[in-house]
């Protein structure tokens, strides 16, 4: 039985669905029991409980127009709608709505790649298209142009670059959404808007330029419910002549300190790509019984006492990976440049040189290539981080079903920060029971400019202990983060008004603003309700519907 | 590390497969013509003894062969499956870990496919594996049936995947048990490059200073169209 809609009765949910039906066709009116479920977001972690978010239905159109009509007819029935480009954002909500009982948009009909400008390095593309799709055009027609992808490469590019989704490769290609130029939207009302220079009459200027004249608005489509995003501007990388690696490592626990600084400075000159910071010694504890003895005991370790072990066996505390890219002369003075810099600031620093290729590939090349590297670093979408979803891990020995969500704030781009954050981050995973990398935190660095600090928290479709010990976890994660100034920057569903509670400026004075635009532009809040945090106000009114 | 090969050869009989001992024969339970689900490409994990011994069966059965490589199935989609379903979405069947069976399920639920048979080889502490089987009331009594004969569940299941009927009138789930220890995971996982991407994701292991949890539990799994009729 369809779960339906807060507040919608059986006849007008049924009504719904027949004007959904003529509208699109009924073949792509999915409102039986097999075909909803497969919309259920398959690492949720509220699976088989009553709050699980679920779907009413789902509409499959394909084209602007078929969205527009679902969009009217929703306005006028007051069915919430819950537009999802192929579904694909596991860990933070999948297919599945954020407000149970919600239509689905399913937008991966409009699948179209609509261009790709080698000259100018940028496409148009369609809600539909995944990276895979993107890549497969470009490498068909021989165009000298990267995408930016995340890991799996699934995931649609217009859907990726609307959750503020990121990637790999140089500066601001990896943060997808900062990318993005210009895009067309249906608005709630049903009406077709378009930004920037998509909104000339001519469009040809569409991806070149992002602000066109007036107000930003293209950013209240990101992360929010003001409209249905139907076609997406990108910038593209164009392909580097060259591309090369080098890791640095330094010996001694403070010395993130220093090297923070200097990786900084070279990303803020856009010499380097996405830095990969890693600590061999927290690797090392998976081999070295001393090691975990001594991060272990009580009181904790000193770092003069950790220095020592590291030292003892040539270990280093900390290492970067540097990616340059760029000319092959230009990034061997870049890479010499780096390696300067930061030996003279940290004393003991070693140098490795990495993989070293130049652009296009041989296909003897690629395949070997293919084999052997991280492909999301050069532009290549894979679906590689399957090959453990589902490794058995302590907290989830079973792991019959696999899945995680993800806390995930961002802390100032310092060491200092990043030792402060260990420290109390470790200190709120103990209090709910779990570990954490206390001595050697590393950040994930997709977003340009950004520390992520994200951790992964198991999802069971078998133990729903499991899972409530994750949701409560991530509560108290969220409100410790809260405390210390780190915001998350994407949210599962069921975490959405936890981390939008902590941007609490002003008594809250960004989510009231954001609600005051809901209710000017959704009165009947249909699109995405809970998105963002933003609720429309007849769920704001009567809370418990949520 | 043992020799893969003398591994495979003391452990695992080939004279155990249900074809080769008259249990089976080819076209053995197809009931009517053409009521079994026609699998076009067998995949497996031949990081695993247990994915050696069921690949063999599916050969034998004339399915085509697919080895994923340390797990992954990114060359599989990209060369294969993708422009494959874009033109007509067929059937396959796999015995892997659970990311190559969900990644493949999501993927085929874009073409209209479905997963029609699910079995969960769950390790148990007395040196049996229970396997959790969801799908066609015709599945189970096919599994019932080789248990009795002693099939080493590996082949059973690769029975199992290439008798799955297109259409049931039942689909039920039900546990059969058969004698079996926790699979060898007989291969270590030679990309260096997954150890960095992966990391990026951290599982609490990984937090931890573990090593990565490459070793998880196994599945077998036929995805096919729905049937329309």
Redesign the interface.
Known sequence: MATLPPGISNEVFSNALSRFEAAIGSEWVFKSD?DVA?YRD?YSPERGEPTERLVSAAVAPDSVEQVQAIVRIANELKIPLYPIS?G?NLGYGGSAPILSGSVVVDL?RMNKVISVDEGRCSCVVEPGVSY?DLH?HIRERDLKVWIDCP??G?GSVVGNALDHGVGYTYGQYRDHFGSHCGMEVVLPNGEVMRTGMAALANEDSWADYKYGFGPYVAGLFGQANFGIVTKMGFWLMPQPEAYRTGTISVPKRQDIIPLVAQVNHLENQGLIGQP?F?SPM?????REPE??ALLEKEGGASDAELDRFAESKGIPSWSV?LKFYGPEQTIAGSWEYAKAQISAAVPGTTFEDGVRYRFPLSPEEEAQV???????DIGVP??????????????NP?????G?FYFAPIVPRTGEALLDAGRKMAQAYREVG????EYYPTP?C?HYRAFIM???L?VSRLDPEINRHSREAYAHLAQVAAENGWGEYRSPPFGVDMVMDAYSFNNHALRRFNETLKDAVDPNGIIAAGRGGIWPKYLRDNEEDV | MTNRRKFLQTSLSVSALPFTTGLMKPGEYEGEAGSNIPVKKGIFDGRYAEGEAFAQTLSGFDVPLYEL???????L??DEL?LLWRQKPVAIAGMT????M??LE??A??HGM?MMLRI?H?VRKDETIAHVIKGPVESIALAEKLKKQEVPWPALSAALLTHCRIETSRRIEQTVVTPGGSPAFIQE?T????H??????????I???????????LFSWVIAPVSKA
Request: avoid cysteine; charged fraction near 20%; hydrophobic fraction near 35%.
């Open positions: 097999e497969l398959a192929t694909k991966k895979f497969r890991d799996p699934w990969g890693r927290s690797a090392a504890q998976a090691l975990r990976e293919h084999r052997n590297h991280r492909l999301v894979n679906l590689a981080i399957f090959t453990i979803a589902g490794g058995r891990t302590a907290q079973d792991n019959a079903d696999g995680q779990l570990r954490y990398n994930a997709w994200i951790s992964s198991p | 490589s340390d797990g992954d199935i990114t060359t989609w990209v993708d870990q659970f990311g190559p969900f990644a999501k993927l639920n874009e479905q969960d769950q996982t990309n260096d490059a997954l960095s991407v992966i990391h990026y994701y951290t599982p609490q292991a937090q931890e200073g573990h090593d990565i949890p490459w070793d998880g539990p």
